[in-house]
């Protein structure tokens, strides 16, 4: 039994002082049913992601989008934590209980409430979904992380530091066009190339415009199967979906190659019967500029070390042949974690129905999302079509 995106809601990102995790669950859920123009007696079951890290005291969240439509009480609902890549883990899971029978129309929620805490609990919380043999105290937590697959990119391949500072660029251009995005400002290329008091170094090689926002955020989702389709006025289709995982540890993994992201792309692609020359754009993981420029590689838009080419070329540009995070990205739409690949496939929808406003790429037909947890661990991509 085939799945699609039939419905949708996106909150605004950012700084939502007064938006409980609560009260982000349950706006995302209720505008989502409404989209789809349905209410909670028609939802077999409901899923969402969300970073189980103490972001928010509300841990055992699951069933608090129930309280978005009283008609889903007593429908079963589960919290599903992949890292980063956790939202991405409720729409499979929400996929796998629709192809097997157990559900027909499944609600999926992403929410995280990130800023009520200070920026050293947030990198203490993100820390740990790095491997504790490797992250410690003083490290820069994920920063710190992603600076050494940069450092081992730019000793394997040259100084890429001006290539990151464009795809920075990129994609604050972008997100200035994103009604839903955290930072609606175009910075341009010098600011992001230039290390100064509001653009200072992180963790060298990376500089502030480099790494994602800390932001709170929600999306939603409705699925149903192939069987429900004439129920709804859009459909948006899973042509296929692949989730790799690889081993915490970085020891023993080539990080510059991407390997689990590489595995990921060359599953979804096999299982769609198409390549990366079918796609119409792609949203991408760019939790740090580094994670986008190793993706054009992995997705195989780009020889190893050749990332720089699709940037410097236009290739990727929002009007570009293949535009990458139209959206803004991580970088600028936010990265709300729990919500970020909800918020992926949500936006990919829009743009695939022609609903995406400002930032709508011209005649799309094939759409990708690639969603990741942690250091290239969890890796979700998925290939998506109009199906009506």
């Not at 394997?156 to 530091?161: A, I, K, T």
């Not at 389709?229 to 190659?257: E, I, K, T």
Request: aromatic share 6%; proline share 4%.
């Amino acid at each position: 039994m085939g799945v699609s995106i039939v419905g949708w809601a996106h909150l605004p990102f950012g700084k939502l002082d007064g938006l409980s995790l609560e009260a982000l669950i349950t706006k995302a859920a209720s505008g989502a049913m409404q989209h789809a123009g349905i209410d909670g007696k028609a939802v077999d079951g409901v899923w969402l992601g969300n970073l189980n890290g103490g972001f928010a005291p509300d841990i055992f969240a699951s069933s608090l989008a129930l309280q978005a439509d009283p008609h889903l009480r007593w429908k079963p609902a589960t919290r599903l934590e992949n890292a980063c890549a956790s939202g991405s883990a409720a729409v499979y899971a929400a996929c796998d209980a629709i192809e097997s029978g157990r559900a027909r129309v499944a609600l999926v929620v992403g929410a995280e409430k990130m800023t009520a805490v200070s920026g050293a609990e947030v990198t203490r919380i993100l820390g740990d979904c790095g491997y504790s043999g490797e992250v410690q105290p003083g490290d820069g937590g994920f920063p710190g992380i992603f600076a050494k697959i940069a450092q081992a990119y730019f000793a394997r391949h040259g100084d890429n530091s001006a290539t990151l500072a464009r795809i920075a660029a990129k994609n604050h251009a972008n997100g200035a066009l994103n009604p839903w995005a955290h930072m609606r400002r175009d910075l341009g290329f010098e600011f992001c190339n230039t290390v100064s008091d509001k653009n200072p170094m992180i963790a060298a090689p990376l500089r502030k415009t480099d790494c994602s926002l800390v932001s709170d955020g929600a999306a939603a989702l409705i699925l149903a199967s192939d069987d429900m389709l004439a129920n709804f006025g859009r459909a948006v289709r899973f042509r296929s979906r692949a989730q790799v995982n690889d081993f915490l540890p970085m020891q023993g993994r080539d990080v510059v190659q991407f390997e689990g992201p590489r595995r990921a792309w060359q599953q979804s692609f096999d299982q769609a019967g198409c390549s990366v020359d079918d796609l119409s754009f792609a949203e991408v993981h760019d939790c740090f500029t580094i994670a986008e420029l190793l993706t054009y590689e992995a997705m195989g838009l780009a020889g190893a070390g050749q990332g720089h080419r699709v940037i410097d070329d236009g290739t990727v540009l929002r009007n570009g042949r293949l535009p990458v995070n139209a959206s803004g990205g991580l970088k600028a739409k936010g990265h709300p974690i729990g919500a970020t690949g909800v918020s992926m496939h949500v936006l990919s929808a829009m743009q695939l129905v022609g609903e995406a406003g400002d930032i709508q790429v011209k005649d799309p037909s094939l759409g990708a999302v690639f969603n990741m947890g942690g250091s290239a661990v969890a890796n979700y991509v998925s290939i998506l079509e109009r199906a009506r």
